[in-house]
């Protein structure tokens, strides 16, 4: 087998792990022309083009998730989905899959609608305020942890938990000081979930939800245990969360800093669409999928070992010349708006796309119809959450008009 080191030392000024880089795009455009397999500064490999990112997607014998640090062994019950290995994976996707199933989705829209209306009424009777906090969190929570049968009350406290899991050492390291896999991550949030699974198990006529469903379905002959159950909902209602919340902010920020865009928009509904994906394929709220090689291989003629981290690069392959014309354009006239890799590919590829595109197209719908038109400061700084893989704004302080007649920009 033909090696070659070339590309290795193209990040010797350049850390394409490092969301806050300055001209952090013009960085991964000369690693896709020069370096398409790299090393990062941490040593694992990163992969810059869009044919390698997804065809390594596809290849989960070769590439297996994890987000966890090397030698972080993790039983199987503790397994998020996306690190099961096939065709474990695939069961436990297909229950997942019908929780977020197209009939139940729908039945959240109006949900959605009736609280995008809500927030927003609030948002332009101060005149504006910081949509992260006041339109982009609660608009998933609230989707998320109803779909999932969790109290109304209750929805707040699965953003916070949410947070703190994804800004904590877990899944990383998978000890902390106050013990061993989730529940030592935090307590909280576990026993919370436990609690739902225990209501459910307990009930002599369970509810008819996704939680009964999950721990009544039996996967390879037999049901999930409570732990295995507790792993999936926890994930389920981080990934319900964190990434949808982004993807709604940098609408947000693309709409209050492109009023050619905001005007479009709001004249032909139909581009709202566009809007959604064109935001997810030039800020996507994932930035790089982690993986771990099971075996020794070679990338582009690069070699690998077994226990390799290696980066599959999402935002650097949604930008990739040779995939879309004019790659750092925002452009709402793509002629394959969905062919971005911000929703992954493969057999992991999100399963909940559909209910994240209904949340956005909502929370957009909603915001033109009501808005007028929206800015931000003159020095607004876009800052980052302060999670490596995410993309999105901490804060949006925006000033809002309400729209006074229909169509009005
Ligand atoms: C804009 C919003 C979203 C984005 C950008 C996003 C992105 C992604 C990506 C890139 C993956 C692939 C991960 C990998 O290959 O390692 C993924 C997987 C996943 N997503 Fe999403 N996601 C979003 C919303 C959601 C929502 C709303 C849910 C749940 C309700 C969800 C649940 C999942 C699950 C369970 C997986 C793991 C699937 C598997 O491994 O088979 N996601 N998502």
Redesign the pocket.
């Known amino acids: 087998m033909m090696t070659t080191t070339a590309g290795r030392d193209a990040t010797a000024d350049f850390d394409p792990l490092d969301t806050t880089a300055p001209d952090v795009h013009a960085g991964l455009a000369r690693l896709r022309a020069e370096a398409p397999v790299s090393r990062c500064p941490n040593g694992a490999w990163f992969l810059a083009r869009f044919d390698d990112v997804l065809a390594a997607?596809k290849d989960v014998e070769t590439f297996r998730?994890s987000f966890r640090e090397a030698g972080v062994v993790v039983p199987e019950e503790e397994q998020f989905?996306?690190e099961i290995p096939e065709p474990r994976?695939g069961h436990v996707?297909r229950i997942?899959n019908s929780a977020?199933a197209q009939h139940r989705i729908g039945r959240v829209e109006p949900i959605a609608r009736e609280l995008c209306g809500r927030l927003l009424d609030d948002l332009l009777a101060t005149g504006g305020g910081d949509m992260v906090a006041r339109y982009s969190v609660p608009i998933?929570t609230t989707v998320?942890g109803h779909?999932l049968g969790a109290p109304v009350e209750d929805h707040h406290l699965w953003a916070e938990w949410s947070d703190d899991v994804v800004q904590g050492t877990y899944p990383t390291q998978y000890r902390n000081e106050r013990g061993s896999g989730l529940a030592g991550a935090h307590p909280e949030f576990t026993a919370y979930v436990d609690d739902m699974i225990r209501v459910r198990r307990e009930a002599t006529v369970p509810p008819d939800d996704f939680v009964t469903r999950l721990i009544e379905t039996e996967v390879d002959g037999r049901r999930l245990t409570d732990v295995e159950a507790r792993t999936q909902l926890v994930?389920?209602f981080i990934?319900?969360n964190e990434?949808?919340r982004?993807?709604i902010s940098n609408m947000t920020y693309v709409l209050a800093t492109r009023p050619e865009v905001f005007a479009a928009c709001k004249a032909d509904g139909d581009l709202v669409q566009n809007l959604i994906e064109e935001t997810?394929r030039l800020l996507?709220?994932?930035q790089f999928?982690m993986r771990t090689c099971t075996h020794a291989t070679e990338v582009d003629g690069t070699a690998m070992q077994t226990d390799d981290k290696i980066a599959f690069g999402?935002a650097s392959a949604n930008r990739d010349e040779t995939h879309f014309a004019e790659p750092q354009e925002f452009r709402l006239d793509r002629p394959d708006p969905r062919g971005h890799f911000?929703?992954?590919g493969?057999?992991?590829?999100?399963?909940?796309?559909t209910?994240?595109r209904l949340e956005?197209r909502v929370a957009v719908e909603t915001l033109l119809a009501r808005v007028g038109s929206m800015r931000l400061p003159d020095d607004f700084a876009f800052e980052k959450v302060p999670v490596f893989w995410a993309y999105g704004p901490q804060t949006l302080p925006v000033t809002m008009t309400p729209a006074t007649t229909e169509g009005e920009s």
């Open positions: 997607a998730a989905v996306n994976h996707r997942i977020i998933p998320i779909l994930f389920l990934s319900g990434t949808t982004h993807l997810l996507p709220p994932i999928l999402v911000g929703f992954g493969g057999p992991h590829v999100c399963p909940g796309a209910l994240a956005a």
